[in-house]
DNA sequence: GAGTGGTCTAGACCACGGT
DNA sequence: CCGTGGTCTAGACCACTCC
């Protein structure tokens, strides 16, 4: 038999009704069985409709219980955290790098009482500064684990960024991140050619790979980035 | 027949031979057939792990070409844009919120320029104070679309923030958002009891319900918030 | 215990797009 | 053209959990 109507458009009927206050918030729906004999398609296919609601945050089902219409339908987000090269030539800006200073030794007292870093690893940091046209649009500081790659000590960070060259080397790598808004210092202000305590977003990184940190990066937007998205 | 394995571990055991290294970046996989063969499982299966792999930015797939190891990796993250009412009261405090000045009239110049609002929309801003266990941790402005929710001008939004009141009237609504750093001015600085100047985040709101702008927010946070997620 | 969602199967048809 | 992924089906078994 020919399908009808798929999974997208069952979800968009369903949708339509919760819109349309035919299933108020909190609102018990049909169960699977009976919303596959009203739309005359198989279980599977409402399944998946309902699966993607759920995903969304709009239904909320439990064994037994059946589906409801959340209480208070989640606003979610996604996001693709992306390299700094990747964000200047979508710009249609020409992206350079250059790294201002570089060192090696012990992980930073912070890194280690967060959890970060053991005290005894080797840690390599580099500071670094990246352009759009020319102009600056990131200043970056990166404490990378030389204990877990050792081979990064070799590596020139004058034409890719530390995180271009962690990408390649775990590109499956995990880790968390936050924001936060700060006032620049003297130093990274005159880097960055905007004026001290100058408010710039900040964003902060912890790359895992196998349960082992294997970097931490600080990044000082310049003024005119922004984080955007929609739901 | 019994399952031996299911579309987890099959995505999971995929996932570890894209790490090992078995299937570079960039290389061929099987096709669904070759995989339901050698995991001795439904194409649909397969199918199923293969769905979640490409929308976690992990394989990119296309007819006749089959699947291939995604080049660059993406590192996609999900945030969940919650009320200020619902942070504070995560964080274990009380929330109270307090409202600063209302008036009614023509959208703000920024606000037509831009495609938020009609110039003859009747709009109502808010400017609104919310507490965490009595401390100021959000000042808030909303611009509210009043020619398409009449009923918000008799609303009073000293025991709820204008965005709950939005929610409950229009759950499913979409939107966009960005956040900014900002230095904050005397005024607001005064507001959440920080120096002037103080660099904070600043969270834009679009709110939009079939189409029409219900309203634009502008969430300016305490020094103490960050956005934060993972990968 | 019984009804719900969660998952799997074996088969099928089709649209897309590389060759 | 024809192999691939995208989708649907009818049926099945199971785990969970509410009653």
Redesign the pocket.
């Known amino acids: 038999?020919?399908?009808i109507?798929?999974?997208?458009e069952i979800r968009t009927r369903i949708l339509e009704r919760i819109r349309s206050k035919q299933w108020p918030l909190g609102s018990p729906?049909p169960?699977?069985?009976a919303l596959a004999a009203e739309f005359?398609?198989?279980?599977?296919?409402v399944?998946?409709a309902?699966?993607i609601l759920?995903e969304e945050g709009i239904v909320d089902?439990?064994?037994?219980?059946?589906?409801r219409v959340s209480r208070f339908p989640k606003k979610l987000s996604k996001i693709e955290l992306r390299l700094i090269r990747t964000e200047v030539e979508q710009r249609g800006q020409s992206y350079q790098c250059k790294q201002l200073a570089r060192s090696f030794g012990e992980p930073p007292i912070w890194a280690v009482e967060d959890g970060s870093f053991a005290p005894q690893e080797q840690i390599l940091h580099i500071e670094s500064l990246h352009f759009g046209d020319g102009k600056p649009v990131l200043h970056q500081r990166s404490w990378i684990n030389a204990t877990h790659f050792p081979q990064v000590v070799d590596q020139c960070f004058d034409r890719a960024a530390p995180c271009e060259w962690l990408l390649q080397e775990c590109p499956l790598c995990n880790g968390s991140y936050w924001f936060e808004a700060v006032a620049l210092d003297a130093s990274t202000a005159e880097h960055l050619e905007l004026e001290e305590r100058t408010a710039v977003l900040l964003m902060s990184l912890h790359l895992i790979c196998d349960g082992v940190t294997i970097a931490r990066v600080q990044k000082a937007y310049s003024t005119d980035f922004s984080l955007t998205g929609s739901f």
């Open positions: 038999m020919a399908p109507i798929g999974y997208q729906l169960s699977e069985v005359q398609c198989a279980r599977a296919t399944n998946r309902l699966v759920a089902r439990k064994r037994k219980a059946g589906s």
